[in-house]
């Protein structure tokens, strides 16, 4: 597998489509600008869809890529080593904040084992079980997979978009349940921006105190140097910093595009994962949106490289994808607005005489 096919297999979403929609806002009744970003979110989905009017979102849903990363017994984490699985464990059973939002909104959740480092009957029911090694590679000092591992990964999240494409899925909510996943994605977003360490180090979802941020930054660091000499080939640079749930979630990203389902991203490690795919298809960021401003120094350079301009900057940190389902009432308000509000009534003699 060359990631850099995708580039032949992705076209971006209906310019055509989206100037019929720009055209339609011109005539509603309510005045241009007065909906804000509203409208821009409205247009892009009407592009996606490839229909004017906007048709609402009907079968959205979250998929959250699982994993665990052996940098965490660094203590780069503010959580255990390892530990992954009571993230998912915590989803499933409804008791995290993502589970909640979900439930609110009446959205499933779809959680996917990519990587993570436990025996498999400590894991709920529900999990789709598409583990591609237990756990990865202490990436300061190792590579986190094999190539054949980072392939098989990629492969992994393809697979899972083909089915949401094609059981009727419409939007996804993007998002990880990592331990350690921020170190990966921080190292991957800093070797793509050539950037250093201290620059993208922040204090991840789980919070760390400066001892930690000290030990994640030289984490990183030695992880950059591991990571640039193959920086030329994104399937190896994913074996070599990333991980299996980050291969997996670029693979997603890459075939979500190619099937022209459109995804709402969440927080850093989704971001890197996104950058990686910019690397291989340059059009596949038009099938994005990013969700919010996660407060990870790595995530704003990410985004800013791939001109995402988030929806929301509330200051939710938790991750796995809380904030980016708190965007998508907003994307559910944007395309029923532009699908409901009534055009501009022309008087009979203004239309008689445009006529």
């Not at 959250?64 to 499933?92: K, W």
């Amino acid at each position: 597998m060359n990631l850099d096919d995708f580039s032949d297999l992705i076209e971006r979403p209906d310019g055509g489509i989206r100037r019929d929609a720009e055209e339609r806002r011109a005539r509603l009744a309510v005045r241009p600008g007065a909906l804000g970003r509203l409208d821009e979110w409205g247009e892009w989905l009407a592009a996606a869809q490839g229909a004017v009017p906007v048709r609402p979102l009907e079968q959205p849903k979250v998929v959250l890529f699982a994993g665990d990363h052996g940098v965490a017994s660094l203590g780069v984490s503010g959580r255990a080593a390892g530990g992954a699985y009571e993230l998912v464990r915590a989803v499933l059973d409804g008791a995290s904040p993502v589970a909640v939002l979900a439930r609110a909104q009446r959205v499933p959740v779809r959680v996917v084992d990519a990587g993570l480092d436990c025996d498999p009957e400590l894991l709920p029911a529900e999990v789709t079980r598409r583990r591609v090694r237990r756990g990865s590679g202490r990436i300061d000092v190792e590579n986190a997979l094999t190539v054949e591992e980072a392939r098989a990964a990629v492969e992994l999240g393809v697979a899972v978009a083909d089915e949401e494409a094609d059981s009727g899925t419409d939007l996804v909510v993007l998002g990880d349940l990592s331990v350690g996943g921020t170190t990966p994605a921080s190292t991957l977003i800093a070797a793509l921006c050539g950037t250093d360490a201290s620059v993208v180090t922040g204090r991840g979802g789980a919070g760390i105190d400066d001892l930690a941020w000290m030990r994640k930054c030289a984490a990183i660091r030695d992880a950059l140097r591991r990571a640039r000499p193959v920086l030329g080939d994104q399937l190896e640079l994913l074996a070599a910093v990333g991980g299996a749930d980050l291969a997996a979630m670029t693979g997603f990203l890459l075939q979500c595009s190619v099937r022209r389902l459109p995804v709402v991203l969440d927080g850093v490690v989704g971001a890197a994962c996104a950058l990686v795919a910019q690397r291989a298809a340059f059009r596949a960021p038009d099938w994005w949106l990013a969700g919010q401003v996660s407060g990870e120094p790595a995530q704003a350079k990410a985004l800013d490289r791939m001109a995402l301009n988030p929806l929301l900057d509330h200051g939710v940190t938790v991750g796995e994808g809380t904030g980016a389902l708190l965007a998508l009432p907003l994307v559910r308000a944007a395309a029923a607005l532009a699908a409901e509000l009534p055009e501009l009534t022309l008087p009979d003699t203004v239309a008689a005489e445009e006529s």
